[in-house]
């Protein structure tokens, strides 16, 4: 057999390789001391990988790198979506409004009114007495 490529051998190195493929380096590096040093260094590289970055660290980084992608990818669909309604009536309105009050965004009519209510009782002669 021919010496394995350094790609092989790493392949070979993180268990990548197909069994028939790595049977055939195995026995190869068994014979060739300068494959088997090969072999050796990468799989120190691969343990020092392992014991630096353990796999569920990877995998957040992988997950977080997609996440910032898909991000991206919607910002970017957004940016070149919006713009200027042609009609006045379809533009957006907020669905909070600033009470004065009680000092809080209240959502929609009908916490408005609730807050009106809550603030004209506590506001009143008989709150807070036995």
């Not at 069994?19 to 072999?39: N, W």
């Not at 006045?88 to 009114?113: F, N």
Request: some cysteine; glycine content about 8%.
């Amino acid at each position: 057999m021919n010496h394995p490529t350094e790609d092989e051998l790493l392949l070979l190195a993180f268990g990548e390789l197909p069994s028939s493929q790595a049977a055939g380096i195995e026995s190869h590096t068994a014979a060739c001391r300068a494959c088997r040093e090969t072999l050796a260094h990468l799989e120190h590289g691969r343990v020092a990988l392992d014991v630096a970055m353990p796999p569920r660290r990877r995998n957040a980084i992988v997950w977080a790198t997609l996440t910032l992608a898909a991000a991206a990818v919607l910002a970017g669909v957004m940016v070149t979506k919006s713009g200027s309604s042609r009609d006045p009536a379809e533009r957006w309105t907020p669905t909070t409004t600033w009470s004065a009050t009680a000092g809080y965004v209240a959502g929609g009519k009908a916490a408005v009114e609730i807050d009106a209510q809550l603030t004209r009782l506590e506001q009143g002669w008989s709150y807070g007495r036995p």
